[in-house]
């Protein structure tokens, strides 16, 4: 019996739209579920206090600190790489063996679990570079780990730009430096804005490759070489080793809270180049 192509497209439907609920719903759940269980410990005393007594007390004023200045670290070494490979990729050279390479390396290095770049810190920046349990070490690990992330963006953003700009700037005696940054770099800010600020979110979120490299004190760090605890360590200890519920559904919260505005900053950036690209 065969069926009619408009039953099959009804049910191909039909079974996306089901997918698709499911999915929604329990996203839902589970935000709804964290939020309700660590808004109320989300006071002003739990946001500016450090934690004491292994986190049993006190707040999670140093693990933000900690959290910003990973993410700092991470930022400001991997933007000028990712970003600098995305214009070597699409304005420096033509596709070769080379340029594959390149790519195939970066998509590579997306699909490996954080994990794997957890040991390859630990070994590398803790170990071989003597760098020990640091800030520094976490933040160039988490740099390596949204590397992928940056490039990719950075060049499909830079490939969006019309090549009207670029033939308009050389037409005015334009160099190739001067095009890229009076034209093309502007055109493409907010796609590589764009990734920059998912690298954030990745790292703010990230634990497996941070507690390898930078640690898990407690105390603030009061250097770029202290060892130090993000929140999503801290809060992963927290409820592994069952120390305090309450204060981990709290720091729980605050990363739903925040990840959820970097992805909403994100989504704006991006309806604001397809609007000005129209």
Request: glycine share 8%; aromatic share 12%; charged share 10%.
């Amino acid at each position: 019996m065969q069926i009619r192509p408009t039953t099959t497209e009804k049910i191909a439907k039909f079974i996306i739209w089901t997918i698709s609920i499911l999915v929604v719903l329990l996203l839902f759940f589970i935000v709804t579920f964290i939020l309700i269980k660590g808004i109320p410990t989300l006071t002003w005393e739990f946001l500016t206090q450090n934690p004491a007594s292994s986190g049993r007390e006190g707040g999670i004023l140093s693990t933000i600190v900690s959290t910003l200045l990973v993410t700092m670290v991470a930022i400001i070494v991997a933007t000028p790489f990712g970003v600098g490979t995305a214009f070597y990729l699409t304005e420096f050279t033509h596709e070769s063996k080379a340029t594959r390479i390149i790519r195939f390396s970066a998509e590579s290095l997306a699909a490996i679990p954080s994990i794997v770049y957890g040991l390859f810190g630990f070994i590398f920046f803790v170990i071989f570079l003597k760098l020990g349990w640091s800030v520094l070490s976490g933040g160039l690990t988490m740099a390596v780990m949204i590397l992928p992330t940056i490039i990719r963006t950075s060049e499909e953003a830079i490939l969006s730009v019309p090549a009207q700009y670029r033939e308009v700037s050389f037409s005015l005696g334009g160099s190739k430096w001067q095009t890229i940054t009076t034209a093309v770099l502007p055109s493409a800010f907010p796609g590589i804005a764009t990734g920059v600020i998912l690298g954030i979110g990745r790292c703010v979120a990230e634990t497996a490759a941070v507690i390898l490299t930078a640690g898990s004190s407690i105390h603030m760090p009061n250097s770029f070489f202290d060892p130090a605890r993000t929140m999503a360590v801290h809060f992963y200890i927290m409820a592994r080793e069952g120390i305090s519920m309450e204060r981990a559904y709290g720091t729980a919260a605050l990363l739903v809270i925040i990840i959820f505005f970097i992805n909403l900053m994100a989504n704006m950036i991006v309806n604001r180049f397809v609007a000005k690209s129209r």
